[in-house]
């Protein structure tokens, strides 16, 4: 995973403390997995617990997103954005980062 992404995942985590779920961000060739059911919100080892919810998003994309220059209700529906599991959960972590 590059740096940059990963450095990007871990300032996002605050704001994921209160989501109280498990979000995959599957970006192709690897991916992060967050543990958000207890404060503080951690990156988990892949594979060590199961998601709620996996967004299959390109690394450009996941840092677009993540900064907020793509709208990600604009990006589900143009198929830049893909989600697996629970709808509720997206939604929830959409207001998170947002």
């Not at 503080?40 to 997103?65: F, M």
Request: some cysteine; aromatic content about 4%; glycine content about 8%.
């Amino acid at each position: 995973m590059s740096d940059e992404i990963e450095s990007i995942v871990q300032e996002t985590l605050p704001k994921l403390s209160r989501l109280n779920a498990v979000v995959r961000f599957d970006l192709g060739e690897g991916g992060y997995t967050i543990d958000a059911r207890q404060a503080p919100a951690a990156l988990a080892e892949d594979g060590s617990v199961d998601p709620d919810c996996t967004i299959k998003v390109s690394r450009d994309n996941l840092v677009k997103l993540i900064n907020g220059q793509m709208d990600p209700m604009l990006g589900y529906t143009l198929g830049r954005i893909k989600v697996q599991g629970s709808l509720e959960v997206a939604m929830r972590l959409v207001k998170a980062i947002t």
